[in-house]
């Protein structure tokens, strides 16, 4: 997603700690950068990016409903790299005094707290008209059909061969690739041994 100042948004909600975010970012980070440039191209056309995960729970354990990550030079922390790249972990659960009531607005309502902040009733009356469109909602549901779908492949894959790679190896790659809507490489790695092996290799899994 791009704004009106092309910054580019990778913004993602995760309701449970898979403990492997930060990495999780890094990839994300890497596609995005793909997209942004062909080859050829010089590095000065990346596009300023945020990959942004909304959290339902503390992953790093302070209690703040904020942490940024940029990237620093270690030996003096006033310099910055400036690669344009900012990684930002959003807490709906968090308890510091960190950030603007209206962020802290929203995180209460991802969290399922109600208020009556205005831009999260705004938001809230977005999503109630996005509900009520039959296309939209037609999408939805194909896609939520297909995801289950998908994992019931993925139980079929895991009893040819879960024992062969490990069935929580296998799982955890499901997950990841229903997660970016990978659909058809499920089916494909479901036929296709090799193809599953290159999945793995992909995600550095092996």
């Known amino acids: 997603m791009k704004d009106s100042k092309e910054v580019v948004y990778d913004i993602e909600i995760q309701q449970v700690n898979t403990k492997e975010l930060p990495q999780r970012s890094r990839y994300y980070q890497s596609m995005m950068d793909l997209q942004l440039i062909d080859a050829g191209q ?8 945020y990959v942004i995960f909304i959290c339902l ?39 510091a ?13 991802v969290a399922g707290r109600k208020n ?25 549901m194909t896609l939520l059909m297909r995801d289950q779908e998908n994992q019931e492949i993925g139980k079929e894959i895991g009893k040819k061969i879960g024992k062969k790679m490990g069935e929580t190896m296998l799982r955890s790659l499901i997950e990841k690739l229903i997660a970016d809507r990978r659909f058809d490489d499920i089916e494909k790695m479901a036929k296709d041994e090799e193809y599953l092996q290159e999945l793995y290799e992909e995600y550095h899994m092996i």
């Open 42 to 49: 010089t590095y000065k056309n990346l596009n300023r990016s």
């Open 57 to 95: 729970n503390d992953i790093f354990g302070l209690d703040r409903h904020k942490y940024t990550f940029e990237n620093l030079c270690l030996e003096d922390t006033s310099i910055r790299l400036n690669d344009k790249t900012t990684k930002i972990f959003l807490n709906a659960n968090g308890k």
């Open 97 to 109: 005094d960190d950030v603007s009531s209206e962020l802290k607005a929203f995180l209460d309502y």
């Open 116 to 140: 009556n902040d205005p831009y999260v009733e705004e938001l809230e009356k977005a999503l109630n008209d996005a509900r009520n469109n039959r296309e939209w909602r037609y999408e939805y």
